[in-house]
């Protein structure tokens, strides 16, 4: 397998794994959403958040 | 807290403590680049640099919104979770630029590139597939997933990156601490999310804990370039225990 493939074979896995992370952890879902660092207060959510 | 006057027309305000945590952290974020500048690896951790010093304007134009219209306005909401995609999207390639470095003696740039390109369009994909069904707000709706499904990207990439490190028996002291110090608080980010979810009243901690785990971060990684050198190895042993 070339090294193409295998780069782009392992991203659809990080991008499957962490998808599947991410519905495991949002199962029970609140209004708050993760943030990628940042130290502000966190706003009241949108009112209509998909999260 | 309410400051009365103006502070009640705004609505909600954060307290004391949030106030501190916040100045806190953003003094933090000047002081990680301050300390590669003063230690000449702008350059080479370019793109951690690049996303502590996003993160600190971020802050300084968060504070600014929120100040002019308060913590429950619709557009601190909005400047808030736009500029977390912006935040998040700045992180994914400070993180590729660590896998970047770590690889950089295989000589597979290329193919980190290409995968970061892959992993980067999948998730905007992904991200676009889940909203598209909405008929209201969807550039809003779209910049949230997006944020939310690439930070779980990180995480799991950060997670891949510290195998390898392990695997390769990295020993270059000041990329095995910025890596750790990203694994520690995606870890601890993610638990927090995690426990406010499943006990919601868990929820007053974690209000505190997220910008925490923040000021953490600069502050982890501040240190490392300011008391790490660049040539600094650590003993293989330190990493990993090897079974014989």
């Known amino acids: 397998m070339s090294r193409r493939l295998a780069s782009v074979l392992l991203a659809m896995l990080v991008l499957t794994a962490a998808m599947g992370l991410k519905t495991v952890v949002a199962k029970h879902t609140s209004d708050r959403t993760l943030v990628a660092g940042g130290v502000a207060p966190y706003p009241t959510p949108l009112p209509d958040s998909p999260n | 807290m309410n ?54 304007g971020v ?23 736009y500029s977390d995609a912006l935040l998040v999207i700045a992180l ?10 770590v690889f950089e003696e295989l000589e597979i740039k290329r ?21 598209s069904q909405s008929s209201s707000r969807l550039s809003t709706r779209f910049a949230l997933e997006l944020s939310q499904s ?11 990156l510290w195998g390898a490190i392990l695997k390769l028996r990295e020993t270059r002291a000041l990329l095995v601490q910025l890596v750790l110090s990203l694994g520690i608080y995606f870890s601890a980010s993610a ?6 979810n499943l006990q919601p009243h868990f929820e007053s901690y974690v209000r505190y804990l997220m910008p925490v785990m923040g000021s953490l971060l600069p502050l ?6 300011w008391r790490v050198p660049d040539g600094a190895r650590l003993a293989p042993a330190r990493l990993a225990a090897v079974p014989r």
């Open chain 2, 220 to 225: 982890s990684w501040a240190y490392a370039f």
């Open chain 2, 111 to 131: 193919h980190v590139r290409l995968g970061a390109i892959v992993l980067l369009a999948g998730t905007s994909l992904f991200s676009y597939a889940v909203v």
């Open chain 2, 3 to 56: 400051h009365g006057g103006a502070g009640s027309q705004k609505g909600k305000m954060p307290n004391s403590a949030e106030y501190l945590i916040w100045l806190v952290g953003t003094c933090l974020e000047a002081a990680v680049v301050v300390c590669s500048l003063r230690r000449k690896i702008f350059v080479r951790y370019f793109f951690v640099n690049l996303y502590v010093l996003v993160d600190f």
């Open chain 2, 92 to 101: 994914f390639f400070s993180i590729i630029s660590l896998y970047a470095y």
């Open chain 2, 150 to 160: 690439l930070y779980f990207v990180g995480l799991v990439l950060t997670y891949v």
């Open chain 2, 59 to 81: 802050s300084l134009g968060r504070f600014y919104v929120l100040g002019h219209e308060g913590q429950s306005s619709a557009t601190y909401r909005y400047f808030y979770f």
């Open chain 2, 191 to 196: 638990a927090g999310y995690a426990v406010s």
